[in-house]
């Protein structure tokens, strides 16, 4: 991808100087409000592109500065969350209650019992 920026960079800055070289001679008037400067085309065209890229590059910066203030957040909302579970995992769930056996259950709970032991239970 990055190649392709690099080609496509060139191809734009090498049809944009031959615009700027062959409009150098022509002049042309500009009117912006009350001021009407006189320049040359090819430089009114370059001051164009190199304003647009300007502008690109502001709205770039910001957006990529927002990224990174978003990232930096999450990030240490991951870490809270990771410092959370671990102390879950170490401490009993709040509210629960002992295990109870059910009524009617014999002891020891077979369910505890290696299966081995078991088969040798049944009659």
Request: glycine share 4%; with cysteine.
């Amino acid at each position: 991808m990055l190649y392709i920026a690099i080609i496509l960079f060139v191809l734009v800055s090498t049809a944009l100087t031959v615009l700027v070289i062959q409009n150098l001679l022509n002049d042309v008037s500009l009117s912006l409000l009350i001021w009407q400067p006189h320049m040359s085309l090819g430089l009114l065209l370059l001051l164009a592109f190199a304003s647009g890229a300007l502008m690109l590059y502001i709205v770039s910066a910001a957006s990529a500065w927002q990224d990174t203030r978003e990232l930096k957040r999450l990030r240490l909302r991951v870490a809270e969350l990771e410092q959370a579970a671990a102390n879950a995992n170490t401490s009993p769930l709040p509210g629960s209650a002992p295990i109870v056996p059910m009524p009617g259950m014999t002891t020891p709970d077979i369910s505890d019992m290696p299966m081995n032991r078991l088969c040798q239970a049944r009659p």
